[in-house]
Structures are given as structure tokens and as C-alpha cells.
């Protein structure tokens, strides 16, 4: 993978050359970009309390030696990636709605030049 490297008095940053948005700056005003994955990959140890039916059925879908962490990880990124499709979906709902009137005399219009083909 491509990568650079920033270098100054007071920082020195060697980052892949996938920008993310998240940015950082030394303190010359030098700004280096670190990749989304780079903070996928650092965990943080957290205690959740799950009832035990939640623990058996994670237990079930990690299977012999697998990681409860990671299935627990998996199933919220896909809760996190659901809700923000449903936003998504939701806000250009709204877009359509708002411009209904105008999006269906168009269609309309549009309609008036089709001519059915002779058949005979």
C-alpha cells in the first residue's frame, strides 16, 4: 500500500495513502489524513449486561472458540449501517414528497409526446 510521510519539529506521522476524514494537524499546521480503517481496528474494552438468553444465542452464532466481542460487533455495525439507510431513505422521501407536484406534471407532460404505433 502507498503510503507518506509528514515530518516536522514536533510531529512525524507515517499514514497510508487512503484519506478518511479523519484529520489531524502537527503543529505547524501540517495536515495528515488517517484512514476509517486505521480506527476500525482499535478496540476498547467495554462491560455490557445481556440477559442469558442474548448470551446463549451469541454463544450459538460464535460457535466452539469463536469471539462473543466479535459478534457482538458485527450485529451493531449492521444495526448502525440499518438506521443510517433508513434516514437516508427517509430524507430523500421527503425531497420526493416536496417536489411530488411538480415531478408528476412533468411526468405528464412528458406523456403528451408519446404516440401510439400504427398497427396497421
Not at 460487533?73 to 422521501?93: H, I
Not at 407536484?101 to 396497421?120: I, K, M, R, S, Y
Request: glycine share 6%; charged share 20%; hydrophobic share 45%.
Amino acid at each position: 500500500m502507498l503510503g507518506y510521510a509528514i515530518r516536522s519539529a514536533s510531529c512525524v506521522s507515517t499514514t497510508p495513502a487512503i484519506f478518511g476524514k479523519n484529520v489531524n494537524t502537527c503543529s505547524r499546521g501540517l495536515a495528515f489524513h488517517w484512514p476509517r480503517e486505521y480506527f476500525g481496528s482499535m478496540k476498547t474494552k467495554t462491560s455490557v449486561t445481556l440477559s442469558a438468553d442474548l448470551v446463549a444465542a451469541v454463544d450459538r452464532l460464535a460457535g466452539r472458540g469463536g469471539s462473543r466481542s466479535a459478534v457482538v460487533e458485527r450485529a451493531l455495525r449492521a444495526f448502525f449501517r440499518a438506521r443510517e439507510r433508513a434516514a437516508l431513505n427517509a430524507r430523500e422521501l421527503a425531497t420526493l414528497n416536496r417536489h411530488a407536484a411538480e415531478l408528476n406534471a412533468e411526468a405528464a407532460d412528458v406523456l403528451t409526446f408519446q404516440t401510439l404505433p400504427d398497427l396497421a
